[in-house]
């Protein structure tokens, strides 16, 4: 498949199987975490996978919003990211999060960021804090968000050049 393509067939997939993701795809969405780039080459993020299906669903309820389907999800990566490492922890957990998400999409596992950072939980509570409460972290570690992994259930629908709206470019002279 051609790069262009993968972007245009990677979608955010919220609706799951109860079909396991494999050791071996589990792997290769890991290793391109691992591989994608961070400022200066720090590589502060770190990788927590979820199997255990109650942690899915405690992490399911963190936010108020946008990350109930993780409860149903087959695991989830925790990107989490070393501020004593590197300042750039938000910049480098989001490039590391869509180099997994697109590997996802390219070895037919359907995935889902769940955005963690800033976010609140419907008590009001720091969702962030929360997620580090849960898989018991120091405060040190910041997390971006979250990976949720599946098969998916169903045909995913590619988007199309025609779903681009170009009227966001703009061409300064």
């Known amino acids: 498949m051609e790069f262009k393509d993968l972007l245009l067939k990677r979608r955010s997939v919220r609706k799951f199987t109860d079909e396991d993701v494999t050791k071996d795809q589990l792997n290769q969405i890991l290793r391109s975490g691992l591989l994608a780039p961070t400022s200066r080459n720090r590589k502060p993020c770190n990788f927590l996978v979820v199997s255990n299906k109650e942690t899915l669903k405690e992490l399911s309820e963190v936010k108020e919003h946008g990350s109930k389907f993780l409860a ?102």
């Open 72 to 173: 149903d999800a087959n695991k989830a990566i925790v990107v989490i990211a070393n501020t004593l490492v590197s300042d750039t922890w938000i910049e480098d957990s989001s490039i590391t999060l869509s180099f997994m998400h697109l590997m996802a999409a390219d070895i037919g596992v359907g995935s889902c960021w769940i955005q963690i950072h800033m976010r609140k939980s419907s008590d009001g509570e720091d969702a962030e804090k929360l997620v580090r409460d849960i898989v018991k972290i120091d405060d040190y570690f910041r997390i971006v968000g979250i990976l949720a992994l599946g098969i998916p259930d169903g045909d995913v629908k590619p988007h199309t050049l025609e779903d681009i709206d170009k009227t966001n470019i703009h061409f300064l002279v």
